[in-house]
């Protein structure tokens, strides 16, 4: 077994999507060119050149996505040295995002293109080659505030809905070679050529029905169209994660995308979306199933879709209290869960790991099969204390067997209380106390192999 850390990383992705754009007017304003020395110093020279006409200008930044910065270098055309893409705006001419490309040539960065878009905001900034030239195209998009269409009298309304426009580069010139509208975007080689697909999700809201659909968009080399097909999947009020894998079946090659969607304000369920590498060909495995009062899959949103065993394959979560287990109440705890992870094969759903998680404090555990029902786990959130007991056949608390505890420094350096140390940073110590010595080195390797912190 790996080290577990990406599931906390999808708690985070899970609540990092509250309230995003209510922070970014803000935060733009407190945003700074970042000090930077050699070639990187010489960009911002380059770049406060190039706005040096203006009074001021106002570094932006993609609120989703990969790249989180106003500063974003890669290598576009694919000649070994990166480009470097500044975001910002200009006030006085107005809140357009302004995305500036600057080309390092002769020991000097020099812009050689500005693209102006048509929001104060961007959403997302991505590269990949969809033509399959070796030269990575631009994929910037932006939130619509208004998308209102009237449509054979139906009044049809998209739900998160974003531009993007895709630009080609090549070194010299940028283009617009696509614009496309979604509600959610996910860019992957489907067919394992080593060109990417771009996969469009839109969720449709009408007076008439709400429908959720992929649309599969692939590339000739003049940036036609080769293959577009939209797919009806199941229905979902929001997208909240996209995940992808690949799998043999038989003699036919698969992508996999996981979709993430929630259905009501705290449950989320998942849609598998298998992709035949040869001809395109699409089919949903839980569609039918996601059409039932309680799907398979139908889940708190606290857990998402990943390779949580990281071995290449995704697995879908559930989360269950782990049986006998109690809390001090004391009205500031919660009840610790473990989380299910499942695999999607020969058409079921199969359990094939278990994990206790702390989403406050950040802990994953790897639960070996034997221990549910048969251990249990009182939390003292006041000391952010674990402690594990053994249950007997009758469902009752027997013997303490190990403490796991968060100590903050000045705790650990006051009184350790003979803990050991599992993992120590400049903040936290994070130690474990064996309470019998007869399964001392038994706990401790499990401690060590299977506990792990952020």
């Known amino acids: 077994m790996k080290r577990i850390f990406a599931l906390i990383l999808a708690v985070v992705i899970c609540l990092s999507f509250t309230s995003c754009e209510s922070v970014l007017l803000s935060v733009d304003k407190l945003i700074r060119p970042p ?22 200008f106002v570094l932006k930044f993609p609120i989703n996505g990969k790249y989180k910065s106003s500063y974003i270098l890669y290598d576009i055309d694919n000649n070994g040295s990166d480009e470097a893409i500044i975001l910002y705006s200009i006030p006085s001419l107005g809140n357009n995002v302004i995305a ?31 033509n399959g030239d070796g030269c990575n195209e631009v994929f910037i998009s932006w939130s619509d505030t208004h998308n209102d269409n009237e449509y054979l009298d139906v009044t049809l309304k998209l739900n998160s809905s974003h531009s993007l426009k895709i ?40 007076n008439i029905e709400n429908m959720t659909s992929m649309r599969i968009l692939s590339y000739n080399r003049d940036f ?41 304000e705290s449950d989320v369920v998942t849609e598998i979306i298998e992709i035949n590498e040869d001809n395109f060909n699409v089919t949903l495995p839980l569609y039918a199933d996601n059409l039932r009062a309680t799907p398979s899959t139908l889940r708190n949103s606290i857990a998402l879709c990943m390779d949580i ?39 079921q759903i199969k359990v094939k790991y278990k994990t206790l998680i702390d989403l406050k404090v950040g802990y994953v555990a790897f639960i070996p099969e034997e221990y549910i029902g048969t251990v249990a786990v009182k939390y003292d959130e006041d000391n952010l204390n674990y402690t594990f007991y ?42 474990f106390l064996i309470f019998k010595a007869d399964n001392y080195d038994t706990y401790k390797q499990y401690i060590s192999d299977y506990f792990f912190v952020l």
């Open 100 to 130: 500036e490309i600057f080309k390092y040539n002769e020991d000097n960065w020099i812009s050689v293109s500005k693209i102006i878009t048509y929001s104060n905001h961007i959403d997302e900034l991505d590269f990949a080659d969809i």
């Open 167 to 206: 630009y080609s580069y090549d070194g010299e010139e940028i283009n617009i070679v696509g614009e496309e509208v979604y509600s959610n975007l996910f860019i992957k080689d489907l067919n394992n050529d080593k060109v990417s697909e771009v996969v469009l999700f839109n969720n449709n809201i009408s």
């Open 224 to 264: 036609t169209v080769n293959y577009d097909k939209t797919t009806v999947i199941s229905d979902m009020l929001d997208i909240i994660n996209i995940v992808s894998d690949r799998t043999v079946n038989g003699r036919n090659s698969y992508s996999r995308i996981f979709v993430d969607g929630s259905v009501n």
């Open 390 to 431: 053994s249950i007997d056949s009758r469902g009752n608390v027997e013997n303490a067997l190990f403490s796991f505890r968060i100590f903050t420094l000045p705790q650990w350096e006051e009184n350790s209380f003979n803990y050991e140390i599992l993992y120590k940073n400049d903040t936290y110590v994070y130690a």
């Open 35 to 56: 000090e930077l020395s050699g070639t990187d110093k010489m960009l911002q020279e380059a770049f406060k050149n190039s706005v040096s006409e203006y009074d001021s």
């Open 309 to 347: 065993g990281e071995d290449g394959s995704v697995e879908i979560p559930s989360i269950d209290a782990l049986p006998f287990s109690e809390k001090i109440t004391n009205g500031k705890s919660s009840p610790l869960s473990y989380a299910i992870w499942s695999e999607f094969k020969d058409n």
